[in-house]
């Protein structure tokens, strides 16, 4: 969630793709979003690495 309202603070939550032959923006998906972070130095490689994992573990957590 976090991830998310830092995402959309930045702007970081579409991405143009062709489609048809047309551009067309796509929402993108907590790996690219995160991804895209690291791109733009706003986290480091370390946190790149272990925001996945932090939301596997909610989600394993959310499931039990």
Known sequence: ???EAICKEKGITQT???KSGEPK???L???EKINTLKEKNIIDEAQKQVL???RDMGNHTKNT
């Open 1 to 3: 969630m976090l991830v």
């Open 16 to 18: 143009q793709v062709m």
């Open 25 to 27: 923006m796509k929402n």
């Open 29 to 31: 998906n907590l790996f």
């Open 52 to 54: 996945p994992q932090i």
